[in-house]
Each structure stands twice: as structure tokens, then as C-alpha cells.
């Protein structure tokens, strides 16, 4: 039994593989590209795997990265505040983690077409956050966004911020009923992506924190698994979308 509603920040999650790092698509049941009829949503260049000079750089870059940070690390440690590394999983479906990386999967007019496009961070605001709100087993699910105070940029912020007033919206409403299952997705750093998979058998791949996806997913439950998520075919190509 649920007390009080409770918010965690999600957002649609993005590929860890140097093939789709950064990255996602939003696919229909035959793995077509869906973006272009999602009403409402901002145009984005298309979506596209990494061929082998991309993928390179993306492992150049991560190499650097962390060769800048070690410095930091090992202060930090010295300290007596030790810093892991992010830790990820094996791949559990490479079509979906490698091949492409869907975080829509849905036919035409289901539940999952409905979220709204404030969950791609490619599309909105850097300071737009978005919150997902668990109610009642019976009750609601919400996703709210508002506009965060705190200072830096897309890339680099800082301090913890806050509302800014009267930019706080409901953006979706789902009854609770409505969702059968979430998953925790292991491929992602520090175990952060869930799926959340409707009635319909449309499902979406979100992130959120380590412990916000944790919660999440524990709050959803498994309790309801009269309908399991239609899985892409593996056989299925991977076409245009971001």
C-alpha cells in the first residue's frame, strides 16, 4: 500500500554500445521508424547505427574521458570517499541494445505512442525535468515536468535546484491498471533503464537513476502479468529514426 504518490526523474533511456551511444529510435511492431506520426513531437536528424569509424570514436572518447578523471578519482579515494566506476551488464537482446535501441515499441494507437516527447532530452530544455509519479496500485500513473533553477548546461550542471514557479505541468495520465510489468533493463549503466510494458503489449525503455529505477519498478510490480510485451522480431532490420 502506497501512502503518498511518489516522483522519480525518468526520461527516455539512450544506447550504451558504442553502435547506438547517445542514441535512440522509436519503432512500430515491424521495426519501422514511428518518429515522423507521433503528433505533436519536434523533428530530430534521423536515427542511424554507428558504422566502424563512429564506433571507434566513441571508444576514443570514453578512453579519454576517463584518463581526465582518473586524476580525480584517485584524490577522491585518498580522501576516504572511494569512486566506482559505472558498472553495465551483458546485453540481454542485441537487437534492441546494439543492432537499434528502441525505447518505443508500439503499433498503431497504442498506449506506448502516448508518452510525451519532454522524455527525450534531445528534444526539450536541459533545464525541463521530468518526473514520474506512482499512485496508488489502483489508482494513476502521472508524468510531470517543470523547468529546474539550477545552474551549468545540457552537459555540465550543478547544484541540486529547484522548481521554478509556474512551470510545473502534467503531461500524462494512465490508470494503473494499465500497465501488466517493468523490468529492470541490465545492459545500462549501474542498472538504471527499466522497461515499462503495457496491457496492449506496447512497452517503452526509460532511465532514471540507479535507486529511481529500483523504486520504480518495485512500485509497478509484476502483480498484473496477464499480458506479456510483444518482443521485436530478431530477424527484423533496423531502419531510420533518432
Known sequence: MIDEPRRYRVEFASGTAASVAKR?????????DIEPDLPGWPSRPPFRVRGFLGKLGVH???????????????IADALGSPVSPEKR???????????????????????????PWQLAPSRRSWRTVTEFEVAEPD???RIWSYEDTAR???????????????TEALLWTLPRSEIVGAEIKRFSWDAS?????????????????????ERIVALLG??????????????????GSS
Open 152 to 166: 551549468g548546461s545540457r552537459h555540465l550542471s550543478w547544484g541540486d535546484g529547484g522548481k521554478v514557479p509556474g
Open 222 to 239: 509484476q502483480e498484473t502479468p496477464e499480458a506479456a510485451p510483444r518482443l521485436p522480431w530478431r530477424e527484423s532490420s533496423a531502419h
Open 60 to 74: 576514443v572518447r570514453s578512453v579519454t574521458v576517463r584518463l581526465l578523471l582518473l586524476p580525480l578519482i584517485i
Open 24 to 32: 535512440r529510435s522509436y519503432r512500430d511492431l515491424e521495426r519501422n
Open 193 to 213: 533503464d527499466f522497461r515499462v510494458s503495457f496491457r496492449d503489449g506496447s512497452w517503452v525503455r526509460l532511465t532514471s537513476t540507479p535507486h529511481g529505477a
Open 89 to 115: 551488464g551483458k546485453p540481454e537482446e542485441r537487437e534492441n541494445e546494439i543492432d537499434d535501441f528502441p525505447v518505443m515499441w508500439a503499433g498503431e494507437g497504442e498506449t506506448a505512442r502516448t508518452l
Open 139 to 141: 489508482g494513476l500513473v
